[in-house]
């Protein structure tokens, strides 16, 4: 998130909300630095806006050092703190969490009852004891060597396989998702480039509200064991070198 941008949009007049995911943000997969925490609720804090801080995929840090979550300096009650089961265990689930003023809790639940007038209780129920007995930890454990290999694999491939000349991608710490951002190329339909190698790959402008500048793709780890993240990223390397092999 451009802050600067987001302090000249307060000045220009109120603001309902601000939304974040500071770790490992869909779609780029970036996690954000504790001076650009402290700033975002410094921000929101002087023109009173409430901040929605999303802990989507939160646990699944694989390396470095944990930032803290903005909430944990939220001193006004400005922050409200929410995360979901569905990433880390399935996404039938459909049940989060919340941490927010007493208050603030009880007029989202309103809500909730009103729009969705049979939530899954015994769903809930089976989380909590699943959570109270350790069992989440244990699981979060195993997830972690899991994804931290996949994501090792896929960092390794890229830099192995992909010029840089061609692309630069992030580097996340944990999550599922990497971001591409392609080098200049002659006008090419990308879609039809990928889809000739038989690769899949959120195109950027998808994430935008307006037409980006450059080239973007989302890859995304999660479904994939090394062997199949290995063949997909030799037919990426292939597909992005009919555009700028060509090119050269």
């Not at 504790?34 to 700033?39: A, K, L, N, T, V």
């Not at 208050?103 to 009103?114: G, Q, S």
Request: net charge positive.
């Amino acid at each position: 998130m451009d802050l600067d941008a987001l302090e000249n949009t307060c000045r220009k007049g109120p603001l309902h909300l601000v939304y974040t995911m500071p770790n490992f943000q869909n779609p780029t997969g970036i996690t954000t630095d504790q001076p650009h925490r402290e700033r975002l609720l410094d921000i929101c804090s002087r023109f009173g806006v409430p901040l929605l801080e999303d802990a989507f995929e939160e646990e699944m840090k694989y390396s470095g050092r944990v930032v803290l979550p903005v909430k944990s300096m939220d001193t006004g009650h400005r922050v409200i703190y929410c995360g979901t089961f569905s990433k880390v265990l399935f996404p039938g689930a459909r049940v989060g969490w919340l941490a927010a003023h007493p208050e603030c809790i009880r007029r989202l639940a309103v809500l909730r009852r009103y729009g969705e007038l049979s939530p899954p209780t015994l769903l809930q129920a089976a989380l909590a004891r699943f959570c109270s007995e350790g069992h989440y930890e244990r699981h979060i454990s195993r997830m972690h060597r899991v994804y931290r290999k996949r994501m090792q694999t896929a960092l390794a491939a890229l830099k192995r396989s992909i010029s840089p000349e061609w692309a630069a991608w992030t580097q996340p710490a944990g999550g599922y998702l990497i971001w591409l951002s392609m080098a200049p190329s002659p006008p090419t339909d990308w879609e039809k480039i990928l889809a000739s190698e038989k690769v899949s790959a959120a195109p950027g402008n998808i994430f935008y509200s307006s037409e980006p500048a450059g080239v973007h793709f989302r890859l995304s780890i999660s479904s994939l064991d090394e062997e199949e993240i290995e063949e997909g990223i030799y037919r990426l390397r292939r597909a992005f070198g009919k555009v700028y092999e060509r090119k050269g």
